[in-house]
């Protein structure tokens, strides 16, 4: 069974403060993601990988830098939070390439709250 | 990236009744996946379907890719199957773009 482990759970944050949400995969998966869900909009995607070394912008990357050092771990960093970034983040995981089955593996969620 | 619009927002069923989702994208897709998201928040896929009509368990999936749409048949529903339904499509196969989804509600 695919295993995508996120931490911290929760989060409260101060405005200005640095925020690291962290991310672990033990399935091996080549791509890994990052999506905000907030009431409304669904999930939405920030940053995603294609593998160690390598970070690609979503549709909503301003405010939140990627960071892939190695296949199993990818973290999402927000240097400056501020209060909309109060949401809740998912990391996933996923195989590269090939037709139709690209099934993403979710971690349970990450609530930040940015005071 | 795709734009995704499903339908409708919310849907509340008697127990036993069967459901119609439907999703809508701006862009020819070359993946289309189906998730449940639980009222507690975890995700799982529920099934793949680029094209054509696919069926698992109670879930019937008929995308339309000429179209850009695809549905999501529940039969005969249960309390259990009480969350949000949210579809991805994706223009590549390495990414997927979620629509806001549809909350289902089935009561006994």
């Known amino acids: 069974e695919a295993a995508v482990t996120q931490s911290p759970r929760n989060k409260v944050a101060v405005t200005g403060g640095k925020v690291t949400l962290s991310c672990n995969q033990t399935?091996?998966?080549?791509?890994m993601y990052w999506y905000r869900q907030d009431t409304g909009h669904g999930l939405r995607l920030i940053h995603y990988s294609y593998g160690a070394g390598s970070t690609e912008k979503g549709d909503i990357p301003d405010g939140y830098k990627a960071s892939r050092p190695s296949q199993e771990n990818f973290s999402l960093i927000l240097e400056l939070a501020t209060p909309s970034q109060t949401s809740v983040y998912f990391c996933?995981?996923?195989?590269?390439?090939?037709?139709?089955?690209?099934?993403?593996?979710f971690g349970a969620g990450t609530r930040l709250s940015v005071l | 990236g795709q734009q995704v619009q499903q339908s409708p927002a919310s849907l509340v069923l008697q127990e036993g009744e069967n459901a119609e989702l439907q999703c809508n994208f701006s862009s020819t897709a070359t993946q289309l996946q189906w998730f449940y998201q639980s009222p507690g928040g975890s995700l799982v896929s529920l099934l793949s379907?680029?094209?054509g009509t696919k069926h698992t368990g109670r879930l019937t999936s008929t995308t339309v890719t000429k179209e850009r749409r695809s549905s999501l048949h529940i039969s005969s529903s249960q309390t259990t199957d009480s969350g949000t339904y949210l579809c991805a499509p994706s223009s590549n196969y390495n990414v997927l773009y979620f629509g806001s989804g549809t909350k289902l509600t089935v009561e006994p």
């Open positions: 399935n091996n998966h080549n791509n």
């Open positions: 379907n680029p094209s």
């Open positions: 996933a995981s996923g195989v590269s390439g090939g037709a139709g089955q690209n099934t993403l593996y």
